[in-house]
């Protein structure tokens, strides 16, 4: 959803406020506690109609706030990205529907809604803002050089720039946010039970509104997180943001314009190299940002997560937020990571099936109606953490100089330099990782986790007992666990395996998957349903990977090295984090940090022992080891199967569309003679992954087609990582700095 109030491209001067003077704005969510920095008032607490207050936290200053969360500048080898190693204080949660069950929902969608305004912008409508682009020199530049070149007249060009920002750019209108803000209260109420946010996270994200620019960047596992994240500013009388949407929304019909009218604009999948469309839509997105028009949202990722795990960053939408920076045409930007974790997941079950080579269905208003028998579902408690604001030019100083973009006019597109394009690659790695660092973990992650080492049973009480050993493992390792109040760790756990009945259930005093009918039909379908069951239950361990990765392939290399030299488990280690850069998220070219904090955790829980020459287990530490490289096992097993694939059957040029059921075929009958027990080898984000990977050591080489691209395997390269793999043979690395 969008700000019900649009600012125009180019505000007038503002007048110096008289002492005593009100700012504007309206009083927001909060009952008066404090003056802000840029002089609107704050409230805290129950909803502006109740306006009763709520406990607080101890306020910051945005500079302050910006220092905290923009650690460490500079080149690669002096990262900027470093993960605290000790324990840190958290924000304290919310619920957000608490208020909206004791209250009218009518009364809520209708109230005064009195958004932070960005430096006294004045209004303007939505169409303002297209004709400002479509006017703007670099809009026109690129139209009358696509004229020149195809010979055609500037008009003609200019009016297919103007249908591409007709389909493209949103019409926010007041009505439909007040539409939305009434039927999503009514619909989360009955899906949810509880909706948490850090509010000291709302007040920062409200002074950063005030100040600067501010792109808001949250992490993306559901379609819920763009609507929840609107109406949670909504909520919170916070102007609304932008939100780029895949194109795929407009085939829904009534929704599609809704969804418009609330703020959504639309962006094609792939531009294919049309220039005028990257012109337009470039300027389009930098336009609302330069002026503080509203908060510009998008998700890293690219698209939905279908297995938890945080997917690799894509970089173009990043690199033109930052564009207006670079050429000096803002002070500063804000970069927001947000971190939206689910207790359970609205299409947990859509992402298995998908993964398993089931079309996903188009986006379609019918379908929606369809899904709404979903509202009969518990899908328990969302937690949505705001991080701290992150300042563009605290990242940028001392490590990009924007000089060169003073020598060319702004209006001419320029190729970013290799400086720029790493620092945009660096950037969007730490946002990622900010954004798992505050991704909160419920109980039944640890029981997901500890039930997919002990199939196709695990007696009740066991289950509770190492549930509780993981959970201090999983605090030791600086995970965020929120364990629900007063509750015990029998009733924590029972708690879980009711909200997902579907993934698994208690019989006869043990916990076993829930794939019933799995003992029927022919054994395809036994392995299918059984596959299914699996994916779905892994979704929820993959959570606590992104926490436990580090250690565990620690744990894993120790298991594949032939000594416990401390330079031959880091050249492990580094295989390993090589091949699996598109499974995990990992900051560039800090390998050897990411060795030693998986080390350090280690020792921290008393795992392992170091020394300058070696590292070995503890007989305490074996447990924790023997577990972090079995919860890896899926993996490591899954990768193995789909070398051996390569290596055997892929002998001639093929693409991913023939990549993937050849490999899944593969697998599938492998599964079916009981040769394997590795169900996840089936999924085909695993299965791109690998295939990624072997691309990025040079073992497959990709070439880009008319159509597509296709790939060739080199057999030798191939057998050899799969050599190293089965620790057949020594990772033979350099190692690149001192251990």
Not at 301 to 315: H, V
Not at 316 to 342: N, Q
Not at 507 to 521: S, T
Not at 643 to 656: C, H
Request: hydrophobic letters at 40%.
């Amino acid at each position: 959803m969008a700000p019900p109030i649009a600012r125009c491209p180019r505000p007038p001067p503002r007048l110096p406020q008289r002492a005593g003077q009100p700012s504007r704005g309206g009083a927001g969510r909060w009952a008066p506690r404090e003056v802000g920095a840029a002089g609107r008032t704050l409230r805290r607490g129950r909803a502006a109609e109740r306006g009763a207050g709520r406990r607080g936290g101890a306020r910051r200053t945005m500079a302050a706030a910006t220092a905290a969360a923009a650690p460490g500048r500079g080149r690669r080898g002096a990262p900027m990205y470093s993960k605290e190693l000790t324990s840190k204080k958290r924000d304290e949660f919310e619920d957000i529907l608490e208020e909206r069950r004791l209250s009218s929902d009518l009364r809520y969608a209708m109230k005064c809604y009195t958004p932070v305004i960005y430096k006294g912008l004045s209004p303007c409508k939505p169409s303002a803002i297209k004709s400002a682009v479509l006017h703007s020199e670099q809009v026109q530049y690129v139209i009358k050089q696509l004229a020149k070149e195809m010979g055609e007249s500037p008009d003609i060009i200019q009016e297919e720039a103007m249908e591409i920002l007709d389909e493209m750019g949103h019409n926010m209108q007041l009505g439909a946010v007040r539409f939305f803000a009434f039927t999503l209260s009514k619909i989360f109420k009955q899906l949810f039970q509880r909706v948490c946010v850090n509010e000291e996270g709302m007040q920062r994200l409200q002074h950063a509104i005030q100040e600067h620019p501010v792109v808001l960047l949250p992490s993306h596992r559901s379609y819920v997180d763009f609507l929840m994240l609107s109406y949670l500013l909504y909520t919170y009388d916070l102007a609304l943001p932008v939100i780029a949407a895949g194109i795929d929304f407009l085939g829904m019909k009534i929704v599609g314009e809704l969804l418009r009218r609330a703020g959504a604009f639309f962006m094609r999948r792939s531009f294919g190299g049309n220039r005028l469309y990257w012109a337009v839509f470039a300027e389009y997105v930098k336009m609302m940002l330069r002026n503080g028009y509203a908060p510009v949202e998008f998700f890293l990722e690219g698209t939905r997560s279908r297995t938890a795990k945080t997917l690799t960053p894509k970089f173009g939408l990043l690199s033109i937020v930052m564009e207006p920076f670079f050429k000096r045409e803002v002070f500063d930007t804000y970069l927001v990571p947000i971190s939206i974790s689910y207790e359970r997941i609205l299409e947990e079950s859509l992402y298995a099936y998908e993964l398993l080579g089931v079309p996903k269905p188009k986006e379609s208003t019918s379908g929606l109606l369809k899904a709404r028998r979903i509202l009969s579902d518990n899908f328990g408690t969302i937690h949505i953490y705001i991080g701290q604001p992150v300042s563009l030019r605290t990242l940028a100083s001392g490590r990009i100089n924007r000089c060169p973009y003073n020598l060319v006019p702004r209006h001419l597109p320029q190729k970013p330099s290799e400086d720029i394009q790493e620092f945009v690659s660096d950037v969007a790695y730490k946002m990622e990782l900010l954004q798992i660092e505050n991704m909160v973990l419920n109980p039944w992650v640890l029981v997901a986790a500890v039930l997919l080492q002990n199939l196709p049973a695990m007696d009740f009480e066991l289950l509770i007992e190492k549930t509780l050993w993981l959970k201090g493992l999983t605090q030791t390792f600086g995970g965020f666990i929120e364990w629900p109040d007063n509750l015990c760790a029998k009733k924590a756990v029972m708690s879980g395996l009711t909200l997902h009945s579907n993934i698994a259930r208690l019989v006869n005093g043990h916990v076993v998957l829930n794939d019933k009918g799995v003992e029927d039909g022919a054994v395809g379908e036994i392995v299918f349903k059984h596959a299914l069951a699996i994916l779905m239950c892994a979704t929820y361990r993959n959570q606590l990977l992104n926490v436990f990765v580090r250690p565990s392939l620690v744990a894993v290399a120790l298991q594949m090295t032939r000594s416990f030299r401390r330079e031959e488990v880091y050249n492990y280690f580094s295989f390993l984090r090589d091949v699996f850069s598109d499974e995990f998220i990992f900051f560039p070219g800090i390998s050897l940090k990411d060795f030693e904090e998986g080390c350090f955790l280690l020792t921290k829980c008393d795992a392992i022992q170091t020394n300058q020459q070696e590292i070995y287990p503890t007989n305490k530490g074996s447990v924790i080891v023997s577990f972090l490289s079995t919860m890896f096992r899926p993996f490591v097993e899954g990768y193995q199967l789909i070398f051996r694939y390569l290596s055997k059957e892929a002998k001639e040029a093929f693409t991913e569309k023939q990549f993937i059921p050849g490999v899944r075929n593969f697998v599938f009958q492998l599964l079916e003679k009981g040769n394997t027990q590795c169900y996840e080898a089936l999924s085909s984000d695993m299965q791109k992954n690998a295939l990624a990977a072997l691309v990025q050591l040079g073992a497959v080489k990709k070439k880009k087609m008319s159509n597509g691209f296709t790939y060739n395997v080199n057999q030798e390269a191939v057998n050899k990582i799969l050599d190293m793999f089965d620790a057949r043979i020594p990772v033979q690395k350099p190692v690149a700095a001192r251990l």
